[in-house]
């Protein structure tokens, strides 16, 4: 299985950026595909995901409002639109695949599947 991330990028802040996950190869079923954030010195968290199969959305409450998670099932893209971004949005941008439980989207043990990050870097 392989997960290619795209679209990161240097913007100040309020601007805008598309991130884009192409997926491959996949063996399993994913029921979950999300994006994760990590900035240096700090935990990676979970920003936004997408129930495969409901084809439903979450965020984290950071970005809700701002961000929008959307899928391409007929290519096998996850994409990440981020509008109004902020300096504390920088970080490494990284697209996971996995089998999620319950509402548990957050949770980096349910994944299986990274990709290799893409950075975006926010200046005030």
């Known amino acids: 299985e392989q997960l290619v991330e795209s679209g990161g990028g240097s913007v100040q802040a309020g601007g805008s950026l598309r991130l884009s996950c192409a997926a491959s190869?996949?063996?399993?079923?994913?029921?979950?595909m999300t994006w994760f954030r990590q900035a240096p010195g700090k935990e990676r968290e979970a920003v936004a995901s997408?129930?495969?199969?409901?084809?439903?959305?979450y965020y984290d409450n950071s970005v809700k409002d701002r961000f929008t998670v959307s899928k391409d099932s007929t290519k096998d893209f996850l994409y990440l639109q981020m509008n109004t971004l902020k300096p504390e949005d920088t970080a490494m941008y990284y697209c996971?695949?996995?089998?999620?439980?319950?509402?548990?989207?957050?949770?980096?043990?349910?994944?299986?599947?990274w990709g290799q990050g893409t950075q975006v870097t926010v200046s005030s």
């Open positions: 996971a695949a996995g089998v999620c439980i319950g509402d548990g989207w957050f949770n980096p043990q349910w994944y299986i599947s």
């Open positions: 190869g996949f063996t399993y079923e994913r029921t979950c």
């Open positions: 997408m129930y495969v199969r409901l084809g439903r959305a």
